[in-house]
């Protein structure tokens, strides 16, 4: 195979899975979205800009090593960040990690995790739908 016919079927192949990533997405937003309507009766969408200020947030009710999404993720979310403990993670923005947030009960589990850390609380719908929005915008 040609390199140039191997760059062509590499480039299908992407644009016909992004399709599945973005509606793997939209159905976790969607039951965020759920979720924050049946607390909030004035619910009125997600905003990516309330999600990027939630990121780049600092806090005191969580971990006083974790102050910040960013403390682990850096404040560039295409960027690769590290845990505590030097283990990898990677990259936040959907830009750069197409499987993110594709999964309800995977992005759940982390959300309920990181939350407490970060904040000391668990996360509201709002918030989570928000992150999410923002981070699907990088």
């Known amino acids: 195979m040609t390199v140039k016919r191997f760059m062509i079927l590499s480039a299908l192949a992407i644009a016909l899975a992004a399709p599945a990533w973005s509606a793997a997405q939209d159905a976790v937003l969607e039951q965020y979205k759920t979720q924050a309507a049946a607390a909030d009766g004035a619910f009125a969408g997600f905003s990516a800009e309330h999600g990027k200020a939630f990121f ?3 806090n ?3 971990g006083a090593d974790t102050p910040s999404c960013t403390s682990c993720h850096t404040s560039n ?7 505590r403990a030097g283990k990898a993670i990677e990259p ?3 830009s750069a990690s197409p499987g993110r947030f594709t ?6 589990k982390w959300f309920t995790r990181n939350c407490k850390t970060v904040l000391g609380r668990e996360c509201t719908p709002q918030e989570k739908g928000d992150f999410i929005t923002y981070m699907s915008r990088l």
């Open 92 to 94: 936040m923005a959907v």
């Open 60 to 62: 005191t009710g969580g």
């Open 77 to 83: 979310p295409v960027n690769a960040g590290q845990t």
């Open 56 to 58: 780049l947030s600092t």
């Open 103 to 108: 999964d309800f009960a995977k992005t759940e």
